[in-house]
């Protein structure tokens, strides 16, 4: 049986930069992460600049500036018909895919001492802050003072835990698949087309390939992994704007990335006794282009806490007071402006808004989102 002082179930952005926290401040971590890096992950492959400070602090900005990320300078939000506001962003953003990032996070976080289990799936999380926990996956358990949930937006682990929102119908679905081609129209720009039923972004990452991430009802998704090119060519009959941005472009071979259900909004910082980071705790919606930097940043947020508790300094319930605290601190402002432009990405009424004129609005409204004032 293996011991240490934190467990970190999870291995992306946030649990990653949480082991690589936890590690400079003298804790034992062991993240348990059920894939096998690198692996493709659907995900709009945005690194906004709040980002950076964590990347320093892990080692890893580096690594991420020679991996040959894409910088981007200008978003546009199109409309089926055309209509758009095109403007720059409030800071440059870096676009990088995720099997290159999480790769590159997890690889700063075991240089500063953590150590990390591939391949390993956690089915079970027994016990309290009390007594300690017990954290089981089929090859192994790991006895841990503290367990920091770092899974993503829906595991079923979640289920265990009984959150709400676990039981909820799903009412969207990412997809998301690389495009080879020409993408230089791509080159420091990003673009967001709205479409019946969900919104899909563009953006070039490492080596000149352009991803696409999509956001959308069960029906699209489902669409989409059964038969993506007809799909597209539906969106394109749709929208002349959107078949000229992938003139040019065609799917990479593989499967579509379909994902689990996406469920919007906070979920808890804390279930029970186990802290929560990331996703684990609430999913921003995708068009923001926070995701990952939230990831990063609430996952280092939660260290501080921990370290007072493994040092004596904080009780139990003061660790999920300080854990729920910090996790506001970094995550609320940008969750409720999420929430509050939401409708604009969904067909709402405000969606008709979108156009040349409604260029400063979309300027607020991304500056709000990122955490500018």
């Not at 991430?213 to 059964?226: E, G, Q």
């Not at 919007?264 to 705790?281: E, K, S, T």
Request: with cysteine; aromatic share 6%.
């Amino acid at each position: 049986m293996t011991s240490c002082d934190v467990a970190v179930v999870g291995g992306s952005l946030a649990g990653s930069a949480a082991a690589a926290a936890l590690a400079r401040g003298g804790a034992a971590v062991l993240v348990l992460e059920k894939a096998h890096f690198p692996r493709p992950k659907i995900c709009g492959s945005f690194l906004s600049s709040e980002a950076e400070p964590v990347l320093r602090r892990m080692g890893a900005i580096e690594e991420l500036r020679s991996a040959g990320p894409e910088t981007i300078r200008r978003f546009a939000i199109v409309r089926p018909a055309g209509r758009s506001v095109e403007a720059d962003l409030p800071a440059p953003v870096l676009s990088l895919s995720r099997a290159r990032l999480d790769s590159l996070v997890a690889e700063a976080a075991v240089r500063q001492g953590a150590r990390f289990r591939f391949g390993s799936t956690v089915h079970a999380v027994e016990g309290n802050l009390r007594e300690g926990f017990l954290v089981k996956t089929a090859g192994e358990e790991v006895r841990a003072r503290v367990v920091l949930g770092a899974w993503g937006r829906y595991s079923p682990l979640d289920g265990r835990l009984n959150r709400s929102f676990f039981r909820g119908e799903p009412s969207l679905i990412g997809f998301g698949k690389e495009l080879s081609g020409d993408g230089l129209r791509f080159a420091g720009r990003a673009a967001l087309h709205l479409f019946a039923g969900g919104y899909l972004g563009l953006s070039r990452v490492e080596g000149g390939a352009v991803n696409l991430a999509a956001l959308a009802t069960p029906a699209v998704a489902a669409a989409a992994h059964h038969d993506f090119e007809e799909l597209l060519s539906n969106l394109l009959r749709t929208s002349p704007s959107l078949e000229a941005d992938l003139r040019g472009l065609a799917p990479s071979p593989g499967p579509v990335l379909v994902s689990e259900p996406v469920h919007l909004g906070r979920h808890g910082a804390v279930a029970g006794d186990v802290l929560l980071a990331g996703d684990a705790a609430g999913v921003i919606d995708p068009y923001t282009g926070t995701g990952m930097a939230l990831a990063l940043r609430t996952g280092e947020s939660a260290t501080a806490p921990i370290l007072e508790y493994l040092a004596g300094r904080l009780d139990a319930e003061g660790l999920k007071r300080e854990h729920a605290r910090a996790w506001r601190t970094v995550a609320g402002r940008h969750f409720f402006w999420s929430r509050f432009f939401r409708s604009v990405f969904r067909g709402g009424a405000l969606s008709h808004l979108v156009g040349p004129a409604a260029t400063p609005i979309a300027r607020r409204a991304v500056r709000l989102t990122r955490g500018f004032s």
